[in-house]
């Protein structure tokens, strides 16, 4: 059995900082591809942050410079660390663990966990 579990959503002020966990089961996180979505009341799923298996990383400009990818292999979990949150950060955050070996394809996903961004 695999299961991503997300923590860390609560609310917090503009400005402020928050940092998001993805506790991973059944797998070992090392060997994928990690990911967090992000989904807004009425928006499509938006992905934020990637880090590959072979760590490295990449994000979309709405998020670059505020958003951090992380992985604790030792505690088999990755990390969300955002910072100068924004109002239009508010959503469901969701982590993906993705794995292919000889097109044999793996996609994992957590259950998500809700930040909300506001005065």
């Known amino acids: 059995q695999v299961q991503l579990v997300e923590s860390g959503g609560v609310l917090v002020q503009p400005g402020g900082s928050l940092r998001l966990s993805c506790a991973a089961s059944g797998i070992i996180f090392s060997i994928h591809d990690a990911n967090w979505f992000r989904q807004a009341p009425g928006k499509e799923r938006e992905l934020v942050a990637v880090s590959t298996s072979g760590f490295s990383t990449n994000y979309p400009d709405s998020v670059k410079g505020r958003f951090t990818i992380s992985r604790d292999n030792a505690k088999n979990t990755v990390y969300l660390q955002m910072n100068s949150l924004k109002p239009e950060d508010t959503a469901v955050y969701y982590c993906?663990?993705?794995?292919?070996?000889?097109?044999?394809?793996?996609?994992?996903w957590g259950q998500g966990t809700q930040v909300t961004v506001s005065s």
């Open positions: 993906n663990a993705k794995r292919t070996l000889w097109n044999n394809k793996r996609d994992y």
